[in-house]
Nanobody, 125 residues
């Protein structure tokens, strides 16, 4: 079992920055692929960024590439999402996830092992 707790969400003006954190506890964090996903009102949950445990390779949705950076600190059991140049369309609840099997999340997000409770990010224009 893995427990995930997100923090760092809030309100920011367009062009601003926020850093989300996801603290993990439970099973071996370093062996899980980690990802950030988001869900805006009335929309499906979508992939934002992911980082593999075996290589620390990172992947991004086209909508955030170049603005967001995912990273992990296995010693602290924490994964981060640095969000810069935020836009109103980035407004959503952001969820952290842990997955024992790496998937191409651009094709779907079903089957992910663990989810956090989410943290709200609001970007005003």
């Amino acid at each position: 079992q893995v427990q995930l707790v997100e923090s760092g969400g809030g309100w920011v003006q367009a062009g601003g920055s926020l850093r989300l954190s996801c603290a993990a506890s439970g099973r071996i964090f370093s062996r899980y692929n980690m990802g950030w996903f988001r869900q805006a009102p009335g929309k499906e949950r979508e992939f934002v960024a992911s980082i593999r445990w075996i290589s620390s390779s990172t992947y991004y949705a086209n909508s955030v590439r170049g603005r967001f950076t995912i990273s992990r600190d296995n010693a602290k059991n924490t994964v981060y999402l640095q969000m810069n140049s935020l836009k109103p369309e980035d407004t959503a609840v952001y969820y952290c996830a842990a997955d024992s099997t790496y998937r191409d999340y651009t094709k779907g997000i079903s089957g992910i092992d663990y989810w956090g409770q989410g943290t709200q990010v609001t970007v005003s224009s």
